[in-house]
């Protein structure tokens, strides 16, 4: 094929550069092309995902075989496939590793020699590494731009495995160079094959003598000597957040160590029914509200008072004081990650401790967005926060903010942020928390259903007349709380607490929205009443959202009577309509 025959299964936006043409690849969410097509320099075309993904797995993606990409005699001649640059710390280029297909590798140092004699060798993307204090370190470079894809720090060195019980071809000097780069711990993913075990216990020997910490992940769902690797494994379904979750919970590597051991068969075990009875029960943070571990979302719409309820809520954990009845169940300091406003959260915890009487109290705030789309940057939020405290929470406020570059709307990213955000509260031992918005209509939160699904805990608030009312629509262990209205109250000092609604929420007088409903359903409807559909069109200066908790109000008033599926308006003191 040539490459405008290729170019033809790549529907989308296309940027042309020089020779090259980039267009959105079907393998990840690409928001902007990032997959180069061109000519190879020997016949055929060369395609580059510079995301990461296999060549092989885009052109199956789009009908296409590797066949496609060569020679139009049918590949008669090896065609360039794809090319890895090997640069120094500063980015300098010592020399390319140029794959072939049918497979095959070459060297091509960048002084233009035959050879890599007097060349410096490195590990691969050696320049990404500086800071980094986790790496992992997989068998070869697309593996590892397949991590980087997903945010998590990488590399390999330049000839991977040796086969038939050779010499290692992992050298002292890569693992020098990471701890040159500020690296102190290693989580090695192997081929799942003999020579991919052999070199992963290679290079766990080489890091472990120049004294970083060691893990070995054998990736669970590979076959025995089957020759999968780490891109394998992600082409199956899973993500980012299970493989941090293999790297935490895998042991520390040691000289003794058997990397061929199946991944964790050492520690499964089955439960029987008495066994299992016996487990703990989940526990709560604050009673019958929030879970003491997992991952809550709080949301509702610009003005429902949600950075105020998270101050008074982290309050309440902090001190231990009951929050609107509920027992902290578990008090203890809480951390707020201030993505948007960090002097809009102090006016209004500050309004909660003056009106509190506590004059200090452990919430701490981390002034900027943390990245939950970023394993690096929750890994280095960890470094930071780890042992500081006894964490209960972490609040990430807002959503929007801490997926900054995402689309609230895809799947993806929604899978990602939530299992980050989870990712924390594993690693602290505590509730994960998020702050959302909720959708044009008020209906729920905005964006991918992904996020209620990841979810253990969603609770929504939304203002209604003249007050914000608490509804809790998932609770993955328990039954939602009951619906409860809270209302603003100014503080003296300055900034807003919430307390509960006074009885006048039902007994008072009727707010300006209750009026307008109630008189709209008398005036254009009589006796004849209406479905609440009808009803809530006639109404359209109302909001749905507040409508619906209008009617129920109007009703708990006993000024509004439903029979059936339709709603009648009761004259003022009626006990019924006509």
Request: glycine fraction near 10%; charged fraction near 20%; aromatic fraction near 6%.
């Given at each position: 094929?040539?490459?405008?025959?290729v170019l033809?299964?790549?529907?989308?936006?296309?940027?042309?550069?020089?020779?090259t043409?980039?267009v959105?690849?079907?393998?990840?969410?690409?928001?902007?092309?990032?997959?180069?097509?061109?000519?190879?320099?020997?016949g055929?075309?060369?395609?580059?995902?510079?995301?990461?993904?296999?060549?092989?797995?885009?052109?199956?993606?789009?009908?296409?075989?590797?066949?496609?990409?060569?020679?139009g005699?049918?590949?008669?001649?090896?065609?360039?496939?794809?090319?890895?640059?090997?640069?120094?710390?500063?980015?300098?280029l010592?020399?390319?590793?140029?794959?072939?297909?049918?497979?095959r590798?070459?060297?091509a140092?960048?002084?233009?020699a035959?050879?890599?004699?007097?060349?410096?060798?490195?590990?691969y993307r050696?320049?990404?590494?500086?800071?980094?204090?986790?790496v992992?370190?997989?068998?070869?470079?697309?593996?590892?731009?397949?991590?980087?894809?997903?945010?998590?720090?990488?590399?390999?060195?330049?000839?991977?495995?040796s086969?038939?019980?050779?010499?290692?071809?992992?050298?002292?000097?890569?693992?020098?160079?990471l701890?040159?780069?500020?690296?102190?711990s290693?989580?090695?993913?192997?081929?799942?094959?003999?020579p991919g075990?052999?070199?992963?216990?290679?290079?766990?020997?080489?890091?472990?003598?120049?004294?970083?910490?060691?893990?070995?992940?054998?990736l669970?769902?590979?076959?025995?000597?089957?020759?999968?690797?780490?891109?394998d494994?992600?082409?199956?379904?899973?993500?980012?957040?299970?493989?941090?979750?293999?790297?935490?919970?895998?042991?520390?590597?040691?000289?003794?160590?058997?990397?061929?051991?199946a991944?964790?068969?050492?520690?499964?075990?089955?439960?029987?029914?008495?066994e299992?009875?016996?487990?703990?029960?989940?526990?709560?943070?604050?009673?019958?509200?929030?879970p003491?571990?997992?991952?809550?979302?709080?949301?509702g719409?610009?003005?429902?008072?949600?950075?105020?309820?998270?101050?008074?809520?982290?309050?309440?954990?902090?001190?231990?004081?009951?929050?609107?009845?509920?027992?902290?169940?578990?008090?203890?300091?809480?951390l707020?990650?201030?993505?948007?406003d960090?002097?809009?959260?102090?006016?209004?915890?500050?309004?909660?401790?003056?009106?509190?009487?506590?004059?200090?109290v452990?919430?701490?705030?981390?002034?900027?967005?943390?990245?939950?789309?970023?394993?690096?940057?929750?890994?280095?939020?960890?470094?930071?926060?780890?042992?500081?405290?006894?964490?209960?929470?972490?609040?990430?406020?807002?959503?929007?903010?801490?997926i900054?570059?995402?689309?609230?709307?895809?799947?993806?990213?929604?899978?990602?942020a939530?299992?980050?955000?989870?990712?924390?509260?594993?690693?602290?031992?505590?509730?994960?928390?998020?702050?959302?918005?909720?959708?044009?209509?008020?209906?729920?939160?905005?964006?991918?259903?992904?996020l209620?699904?990841?979810?253990?805990?969603m609770?929504?608030?939304?203002?209604?007349?003249?007050?914000?009312?608490?509804?809790?629509?998932?609770?993955?262990?328990?039954?939602p709380?009951?619906?409860?209205?809270l209302?603003?109250?100014?503080?003296?000092?300055?900034?807003?607490?919430?307390?509960?609604?006074?009885?006048?929420?039902?007994d008072?007088?009727?707010?300006?929205?209750?009026?307008?409903?109630?008189?709209?359903l008398?005036?254009?409807?009589?006796?004849?009443?209406?479905?609440?559909?009808?009803?809530?069109?006639?109404?359209?200066?109302?909001?749905?959202r507040?409508?619906?908790?209008?009617?129920?109000?109007l009703?708990?008033?006993?000024?509004?009577q439903?029979?059936?599926?339709?709603f009648?308006?009761?004259?003022?003191?009626?006990?019924?309509?006509?």
């Open positions: 094929m040539t490459v405008a025959d033809a299964h790549f529907p989308g936006p296309r940027v042309r550069s020089g020779a043409t980039k959105t690849c079907p393998c990840h969410a690409d928001q902007t092309p990032s997959l180069a097509i061109a000519k190879g320099e020997h055929g075309v060369v395609m580059t995902c510079h995301a990461g993904c296999a060549t092989e797995t885009v052109v199956a993606a789009v009908g296409l075989t590797m066949a496609d990409l060569m020679n005699n049918g590949a008669s001649r090896p065609v360039e496939v794809a090319r890895y640059p090997y640069r120094d710390e500063h980015g300098a010592l020399y390319e590793k140029v794959r072939l297909e049918p497979k590798f070459y060297i140092p960048a002084n233009g035959k050879t890599l004699d007097g060349v410096r060798r490195v590990i050696l320049d990404a590494l500086a800071e980094e204090p986790r992992f370190v997989a068998e070869g470079e697309k593996d590892v731009d397949r991590l980087w894809a997903l945010h998590i720090p990488a590399t390999c060195n330049d000839s991977g495995a086969e038939g019980g050779k010499a290692p071809k992992w050298r002292d000097e890569y693992s020098r160079q701890t040159a780069a500020g690296c102190t290693v989580v090695i993913v192997p081929d799942e094959d003999a075990l052999a070199h992963a216990d290679a290079v766990a020997r080489s890091c472990h003598a120049a004294g970083l910490t060691v893990r070995v992940v054998r669970p769902g590979l076959a025995p000597d089957s020759k999968q690797d780490t891109a494994w992600l082409d199956a379904g899973h993500d980012a957040h299970e493989l941090l979750a293999l790297a935490d919970a895998a042991p520390e590597w040691s000289p003794d160590a058997d990397a061929t051991t991944p964790g068969a050492s520690d499964w075990r089955l439960l029987s029914f008495a299992l009875l016996q487990q703990p029960d989940p526990a709560w943070l604050v009673d019958g509200i929030l003491a571990r997992g991952l809550a979302v709080l949301y719409p610009s003005g429902a008072a949600k950075t105020t309820c998270i101050a008074g809520v982290l309050g309440s954990i902090a001190t231990g004081r009951p929050w609107f009845g509920r027992s902290i169940l578990t008090p203890g300091a809480c707020y990650v201030a993505a948007e960090v002097a809009g959260f102090k006016v209004r915890l500050r309004a909660w401790t003056v009106d509190a009487g506590v004059p200090d452990a919430v701490w705030t981390f002034p900027q967005a943390v990245s939950l789309l970023e394993p690096a940057a929750v890994e280095r939020f960890l470094t930071l926060v780890r042992g500081q405290q006894t964490w209960r929470a972490v609040v990430f406020d807002t959503y929007a903010a801490s900054e570059g995402g689309q609230e709307n895809s799947g993806e990213v929604s899978q990602v939530a299992g980050l955000a989870r990712r924390v509260g594993d690693a602290l031992s505590c509730l994960a928390g998020i702050v959302h918005h909720s959708n044009a209509q008020g209906t729920r939160e905005r964006g991918h259903t992904g209620r699904g990841s979810a253990d805990t609770i929504s608030l939304a203002p209604v007349d003249d007050t914000i009312e608490v509804d809790c629509s998932k609770q993955r262990n328990g039954p709380f009951p619906r409860f209205h209302r603003l109250r100014p503080q003296p000092a300055g900034g807003c607490i919430l307390v509960p609604a006074t009885s006048g929420h039902i008072g007088p009727l707010t300006t929205g209750q009026r307008k409903a109630l008189d709209t008398r005036q254009s409807f009589g006796h004849g009443g209406a479905t609440k559909t009808e009803w809530a069109k006639a109404c359209p200066d109302i909001a749905d507040t409508f619906y908790r209008i009617a129920e109000n009703q708990a008033r006993g000024r509004v439903q029979r059936g599926a339709r009648y308006a009761l004259a003022d003191g009626a006990d019924d309509v006509d």
